[in-house]
């Protein structure tokens, strides 16, 4: 199944994806770090550490992305349009990462940016 979110560029805007394996919620408690992938650009935790916030949400598997004051920097146009994006996890156990995403075939996320 696919979910759509939208990210506004050059706002603080959260958006809230919802991380599951199976259906299921993932446990993000041990997770260290999150990138995510779009148009051929990559959002990366370690540098835009204030993009995503995963550690202090209500709910198990919630990542919430504020992504927009980022958008123009990495050379993201704004055109509504629903693009495929990649989010991984990485922690101590999955040090190349753990990809959330069903099939290789046709993604599970897509973000418009506005």
């Known amino acids: 199944m696919a979910f759509y979110v ?3 560029a050059g706002t603080d805007t959260q958006t809230k994806v919802k991380a599951l ?3 299921v919620p993932i446990d ?7 990138t995510l992938e779009l148009d051929g650009k990559l959002f990366d935790s370690d540098v835009h550490a ?5 550690i202090d949400t209500d709910k ?18 704004k ?12 922690d101590l156990l ?8 069903e099939s290789c075939q046709s993604a599970s996320l897509y973000i418009s940016v506005c």
């Open 6 to 8: 939208s990210i506004y």
């Open 28 to 34: 993000l408690s041990d997770i260290t770090r999150i």
């Open 79 to 90: 055109n509504c349009q629903p693009l495929p994006a990649r989010i991984t996890l990485y």
């Open 50 to 54: 204030e993009a995503f916030e995963w």
């Open 21 to 23: 394996a199976n259906g």
């Open 94 to 101: 999955t040090p190349n990462g753990y990809v959330l995403d």
């Open 60 to 77: 198990v598997g919630e990542i919430w992305l504020k992504l927009g004051p980022y958008i123009s920097t990495l050379g993201i146009s």
